[in-house]
């Protein structure tokens, strides 16, 4: 079994749009990530979610809203896509978030969504 | 902020050593870890130093200096299956991990 899914694994649509991207862990984890990474690699946070509670929400156009209906679930919602959002989007999981007494919590990722805003 | 800096790119031959370095400069620094994500796929943990030294775990070592704000991955025996690219992430104060932007590796018969 998976432990991190995402779907779709790939996204194709026009500017203007707006698409869902779903993602479900089945590790009993708490906490909870989307990340892009760009054409050039570059891995960024962009949301994180604790328990269902949003812990961190980095400089994100207001167009994503992550959803959480459930600890093992974190959806990411865009809004009015632009070229700019086309990127790879990461969901990713670990244990617990991330504290000085346990600040060895691995990331699990799942698969990817390749989006593509034409 | 952090700043995490390493090579873009590095070519090996299959059966060789590499290492694959990496520098931060970060405050409350709390641990490094060592991703390795093939094309196309998803990143998957290799190492986590917090203290300095060197940790082994078969062919891929890391090794820490924090005074040095300075990391490097040794991969050994090089196999053309590890041709992938290589994140280094810092992990400061109760922050998330910030990832650098990866070195890809090629590894060459």
């Known amino acids: 079994d998976t432990a991190v899914s995402q779907t779709p694994k790939y996204l194709v649509t026009q500017m203007g749009n707006d698409k869902s991207i779903k993602c479900e862990q089945n590790?009993?984890?708490?906490?909870m990530y989307w990340y892009k990474q760009d054409s050039k690699k570059f891995l960024k946070i962009m949301f994180s979610?604790?328990?269902?509670?949003?812990?961190i929400n980095e400089t994100v156009p207001n167009r994503f809203s992550p959803k959480s209906p459930d600890k093992a679930h974190l959806n990411l919602h865009i809004n009015s896509l632009e070229l700019g959002d086309s990127a790879v989007y990461f969901c990713?999981?670990?244990?617990?978030?991330?504290?000085?007494?346990?600040?060895?919590?691995?990331?699990?990722f799942g698969s990817g969504t390749q989006l593509s805003v034409l | 902020g952090q700043n995490i800096d390493q090579p873009t790119e590095m070519t090996a031959t299959e059966g060789a050593i590499v290492q694959i370095n990496c520098t931060y400069q970060?405050?409350?620094?709390?641990?490094l870890f060592w991703y390795q994500q093939h094309a196309g796929e998803a990143p998957t943990f290799l190492s986590y130093?917090?203290?300095?030294g060197l940790e082994e775990k078969g062919r891929f070592s890391s090794f820490l200096s924090r005074s040095k704000g300075y990391s490097y991955l040794l991969l050994k025996e090089l196999q053309m299956k590890d041709s992938a690219s290589y994140l280094c992430?810092?992990?400061?104060?109760?922050?998330?991990?910030?990832f650098g932007k990866g070195t890809r590796l090629s590894v060459i018969a």
């Open positions: 979610y604790n328990n269902k509670e949003l812990i």
């Open positions: 130093n917090v203290l300095d």
């Open positions: 990713a999981s670990s244990q617990d978030i991330w504290k000085r007494t346990n600040p060895n919590e691995k990331l699990f």
């Open positions: 970060t405050s409350g620094f709390n641990g």
């Open positions: 992430a810092v992990r400061s104060g109760n922050t998330p991990l910030v």
């Open positions: 590790l009993g984890h708490d906490t």
